[in-house]
């Protein structure tokens, strides 16, 4: 069965704190890994989509890295603004699956 | 661009009465999604449209829900009748070609329902 998988649940970061956030998969035929951040009462926002192994991506302070089996989210040195929701999907057809996201808070 | 614009942003109803949620995608998108998010199962797919054409429903909950797209700027999803376990917040959302390789989708600010 297709499963996206995203870890951990919540996460309190530091101002400045790096960390990474995990989210695995199991699908046949990858053919695209999408990330989203999802602000309070908003709907998701697109970030980066990823489609081999190997590849990355950077925007700001987040870097996406994709492998066989799963795809990191690292957050460097991150400010408050970067609290949200964060959603990773992976592409099925026309659609996309959706694990139940991160959320992260990040404190001054 | 104005994006995806859904209304109403929320809506509280009674047990048992009729819910119309809309979506007016982005312009010459070809592709329209509505999706379910819920804290315990996350987002969840009930259905997707091509070319205004119905094309996977198998995500819709029960025959108690029903979607529309009568022209390329508009999509309903009806509830009929509602109980309180639909409540949730229910995202449109739309993109050129699918999820093909160099597209994306874009969401709406979402539908808060709430069935007391």
């Known amino acids: 069965e297709d499963q996206v998988t995203q870890s951990p649940e919540a996460l309190r970061l530091q101002e400045g704190e790096s960390s990474s956030l995990n989210c695995s998969y199991t699908?046949?035929?990858?053919?695209?890994l999408f990330w989203y951040r999802q602000d309070p009462g908003k709907g998701p926002e697109f970030l980066f989509t990823?489609?081999?192994a190997g590849e990355e991506k950077e925007k700001e302070r987040l870097k996406a890295t994709l492998t066989k089996k799963e795809s990191f989210l690292h957050i460097t040195a991150p400010k408050p603004e970067d609290s949200a929701t964060y959603l990773c999907a992976v592409r099925k057809g026309d659609k996309l699956i959706f694990g139940t996201g991160t959320r992260l808070q990040v404190f001054p | 661009d104005a994006g995806v614009i859904q209304s109403p942003r929320h809506e509280v109803t009674e047990m048992g009465q009729e819910v119309t949620l809309r979506c007016k995608p982005i312009s010459g998108h070809d592709y329209l999604f509505w999706y379910r998010q819920t804290m315990m199962r996350g987002l969840e797919l009930l259905i997707y449209f091509n070319n205004n054409v119905p094309i996977d429903d198998s995500g819709m909950p029960e025959d108690r829900f029903s979607a529309k797209m009568p022209n390329a700027s508009f999509s309903t999803l009806k509830i009929q009748p509602s109980e309180p376990r639909d409540s949730a917040v229910y995202f449109c959302a739309s993109s050129l070609a699918g999820t093909s390789v160099g597209n994306t989708i874009y969401f709406g600010e979402g539908s808060w329902l709430t069935v007391v």
């Open positions: 990823l489609y081999s």
């Open positions: 699908v046949s035929g990858l053919r695209g």
